[in-house]
């Protein structure tokens, strides 16, 4: 009889752990058909709360779904069916708060081609703090992910033999630290010569070949007196490829 007994409370406790896996999780976003999901993290892996997720429609430009990130850094959006309702595009971006300012960064997804309502989509997305996310669009650059420092010759300057010293004074935005950069700025059509950096905060010299050069400060849009040593961060911009950036003139002439 005891034996009975023990066999019988193990086979319903295994019976009850079954049944509890089997069960949905109510806090486990939806996904698969008729869903656009996903993943936000950083780079380090760890799950991003608060992001914003724009699922755009490929065929109405004026028809978005949005979704804010739970804890665990996931999204879910359920999708509209129906004829002619188009595919679907995601993106997102992260606000994060550096010496008093929040910047909007963009995130990077990990995937780009459009999807079904039908079908539905998973798109995982990643806070990155420097490089360039590709572009969407033929002939349209992708927007730079983190801030471009962007210089102009601004007496004649021999942009090609112009290096920019570029020292961090603090912590970037992630709170990790970087090493002084040492850069020729690279010619970026409308942006012109430019160095994309994570946003932080940073002192920047600037040499024609072994020559100082003065460094006129256009961040703002009004110009400040042209000194050999620049301390600032980045400030928003509406330039095609940038968020941010640290705009000035290199000049050989006080």
Avoid at 69 to 75: E, F, I, P, V
Avoid at 168 to 185: H, M, N, R
Avoid at 190 to 203: F, T
Avoid at 243 to 251: A, C, G, Q, S, T
Wanted: positive net charge; aromatic residues 8%; proline residues 6%.
């Amino acid at each position: 009889m005891i034996r009975i007994l023990q066999l019988t409370g193990a086979f319903l406790l295994i019976t009850g752990i079954l049944l509890a896996c089997s069960k949905k999780d109510k806090n486990q976003p939806e996904g698969g058909p008729g869903f656009a999901s996903g993943k936000v993290t950083n780079q380090s892996g760890q799950p991003l709360k608060g992001a914003v997720i724009v699922v755009s429609n490929t065929f109405s430009y004026n028809k978005t779904l949005t979704a804010i990130t739970n804890d665990k850094g996931q999204y879910s959006i359920k999708l509209p069916s129906g004829p002619g309702i188009g595919d679907w595009t995601t993106s997102g971006t992260f606000i994060m708060n550096y010496n008093g300012k929040d910047y909007t960064l963009p995130l990077e997804a990990g995937a780009h081609a459009p999807f079904s309502s039908t079908n539905g989509g998973e798109v995982n997305l990643v806070l990155k703090h420097t490089g360039r996310e590709a572009s969407r669009s033929p002939g349209v650059l992708g927007t730079f992910f983190g801030g471009v420092i962007s210089c102009y010759p601004g007496d004649g300057a021999d942009m090609s033999k112009v290096t920019i010293t570029i020292k961090p004074l603090q912590p970037i935005i992630d709170g990790s630290t970087v090493e002084t950069k040492y850069a020729a700025p690279l010619l970026d059509g409308d942006l012109s010569w430019v160095v994309n950096m994570p946003i932080g905060k940073y002192e920047i010299t600037a040499k024609e070949g072994n020559t100082t050069l003065y460094i006129r400060d256009y961040s703002e849009g009004i110009p400040d007196g042209n000194v050999t040593k620049l301390v600032r961060d980045f400030v928003p911009c509406r330039v095609n490829g940038a968020r941010y950036w640290i705009k000035f003139d290199v000049l050989r002439n006080p």
